[in-house]
């Protein structure tokens, strides 16, 4: 399939806009992030998520309004997958203690109505779960079938013949779950998932990824140092930043707009910019490629009128690849759900800027050094 088959278009002469577009976008990005800055995902800042799965769908609306009586602090809520999905996170990784004597009530009344008049005692409780012991096996056994049924976390102390113990959960997400029973009587749920991530992981993943995004870029520069000449590398690495800025600016500025975009930072958007790096990396190399082949065909040739006839050149290829990157990476946006959403949001808008980038920043600053250096290029 061809496409601009006769394109012959003076791509640098449009580069001082480009520079214009580029830097206004990345001031406003740049001044968003400051001011606004990136909202970390759990997996960076730590805390407890659990996503629920209603019967019936389920008003939003109602359940951010009752969020302030689950009594941990700031909830934040969102749908998940639907109308019948809810998705609930929080910083907290341990439950408070007055939320964790309320808890230990309500498991107390439960066993009450399940066995009542039985003997219970409470022989521990950390700050995780508690531990109750029966006058014997078969009490502790039916409490522990009966209470995982009732949608408790609970199991046996020890699988002995003897035992006597239960192990009760007594976690953020248990909080949670039994808050929402008592509101939402008529509209039964179940737990999809509970995530909890203490702060030193998710330290440790902060730091770990600005490192792999760092050491991607480092590889590049050298990798495109050895392949052409290091002004090249210069290039490609300076609009790999552009894209990223951009990106992340963008992440900052629409983050809160609306429920339905997840625009935080989690593994699965650092894993997303990894892949933008590496797709706006191949674009760029292929228009390096044959700015290369075309300076060995006329090495006395006018370099402004090579880069443009080079872009010409790949610029067929570059409209088929990146429309069909888009039309998938839509597709994800619209269907991949909201675990999803964010990795296809950097990737669909990622590759428009990193395609834009090849043309206008990449192959620009090459143009740019060499004219304003008076150095001749040669392969």
Do not use: C
Not at 61 to 87: C, H, M, N, P, Q
Not at 344 to 350: E, I, R
Request: avoid cysteine.
């Amino acid at each position: 399939m061809r496409i601009f088959k006769q394109l012959d278009y003076d791509f640098l002469g449009k580069r001082k806009m480009a520079y214009v577009l580029s830097g206004t976008l990345l001031l406003i990005g740049l001044i968003s992030i400051a001011f606004r800055g990136l909202e970390l995902g759990i997996d960076f800042k730590g805390g407890s998520e659990i996503a629920l799965q209603f019967e019936k769908p389920v008003d939003i609306a109602e359940v951010r309004s009752y969020s302030d009586e689950i009594g941990l602090g700031k909830v934040e809520i969102k749908t998940f997958g639907g109308e019948t999905g809810v998705l609930i996170r929080t910083e907290l990784q341990k439950v408070p203690r007055d939320s964790y004597r309320e808890f230990l009530g309500v498991i107390e009344k439960k066993i009450d109505e399940l066995l009542p008049g039985v003997d219970k005692e409470l022989v521990d409780s950390a700050d995780i779960d508690a531990v109750y012991s029966f006058a014997n096996p078969d009490t502790a056994n039916y409490l522990n079938n009966a209470l995982f049924k009732e949608g408790f976390q609970t199991s046996k102390f020890s699988e002995e013949a003897d035992n006597t113990k239960i192990v009760i959960g007594v976690g953020v997400a248990d909080i949670i779950q039994e808050k929402l029973r008592e509101k939402f009587t008529d509209n039964p749920f179940k737990v999809l998932k509970v995530d909890l991530v203490g702060p030193k992981i998710g330290k440790e993943l902060k730091t770990d990824a600005v490192i792999a995004v760092f050491l991607a870029l480092l590889v590049i520069l050298v990798y495109l140092g050895f392949r052409f000449k290091f002004v090249f590398a210069i290039g490609a690495v300076v609009a790999l930043f552009h894209d990223v800025l951009i990106t992340l600016g963008l992440f900052s500025l629409l983050y809160g707009v609306s429920d339905w975009l997840n625009l935080e930072i989690s593994i699965n958007v650092v894993a997303a910019f990894l892949t933008l790096v590496g797709y706006s990396i191949n674009d760029t190399v292929v228009v390096y490629d044959r700015i290369r082949e075309n300076l060995k065909i006329h090495k006395t040739g006018d370099l402004g009128k090579i880069i443009n006839k080079s872009i010409s050149d790949t610029m067929p290829r570059t409209i088929i690849t990146s429309l069909t990157t888009l039309l998938s990476t839509f597709v994800l946006l619209l269907f991949g759900g909201d675990v999803l959403r964010g990795f296809a949001f950097t990737l669909f808008f990622g590759v428009i800027v990193g395609t834009y980038s090849s043309i206008f920043v990449a192959s620009s600053f090459v143009y740019d050094y060499v004219t304003k250096s008076k150095k001749r290029i040669s392969f």
